[in-house]
C-alpha cells in the first residue's frame, strides 16, 4: 500500500513540474453494474481527476486517480424487512491512453490499480476500455470499467464527462 501511495505522489509530482505540455481534467461518471456484482449493486458513482499530455493530434497519455463506488442493491427479505449490503468503493491509480480516430473522437483505456478503500476491500487490477467525443472545454465517453478482485471483477458500463482546467 505504502509503495502505492509513493508511486502516486511521485508521478503527479512529475506532472506539476512538466505542467507546461499538458492539462487538468476533472469529472465524474456514473455507470450500471454488470456480471458478477449485478446482483447486489445498483449503481456505480464516481468522480475522476487526470492529468494528460498531447503527443500529437491522434495521440494523448496521462495519470488518472479519483474515486468510484458501487452502491448496494436492496433486498426484500421473505417476512418482512429489507437488507441493503454497504457500498463498496475505490481509488484508482491509473495510466490512461487515447487514440484518435476520427476528428474529435477517441478511443482510449485506462489501466491500472484500485486501491480499496471498503472494509475487507483490497482492491485489485484496473481496466477500462473507452469510446469518447473531445470537445473544447469537455469529453464525454462511453466505457466498460472491470476491477478484478479476488473471488470476482466489479463492473460497469460508465457514461462520463470531464472538463479541461
Excluded at 20 to 43: N, W
Excluded at 52 to 75: E, N, P
Excluded at 114 to 121: E, M, Q, T, W
Excluded at 148 to 158: E, L, M
Amino acid at each position: 500500500m505504502k509503495k502505492v501511495i509513493l508511486t502516486t505522489a511521485m508521478v503527479f509530482a512529475f506532472s506539476f513540474m512538466n505542467a507546461q505540455s499538458g492539462f487538468f481534467k476533472l469529472g465524474a461518471h456514473v455507470g450500471l453494474p454488470t456480471g458478477d456484482i449485478q446482483d447486489s449493486s445498483s449503481l456505480n458513482l464516481g468522480a475522476d481527476l487526470s492529468y494528460i499530455w498531447h503527443f500529437s493530434d491522434k495521440f494523448h497519455a496521462g495519470v488518472v486517480t479519483g474515486y468510484t463506488t458501487y452502491l448496494g442493491k436492496s433486498y426484500d427479505l421473505p417476512g418482512g424487512g429489507s437488507f441493503k449490503p454497504d457500498a463498496v468503493s475505490f481509488i484508482p491509480v491509473a495510466g490512461n491512453v487515447q487514440f484518435g480516430i476520427a476528428t474529435d473522437w477517441y478511443l482510449g483505456a485506462d489501466v491500472g490499480y484500485a486501491i480499496g478503500v471498503s472494509d475487507g476491500n483490497d482492491g485489485g487490477f484496473l481496466y477500462q476500455p473507452k469510446l469518447g467525443y473531445l470537445g473544447d472545454t469537455f469529453d464525454v465517453y462511453l466505457g466498460y470499467k472491470g476491477i478484478a478482485v479476488d473471488g470476482g471483477t466489479f463492473s460497469s458500463v460508465n457514461v462520463g464527462v470531464n472538463f479541461k482546467l
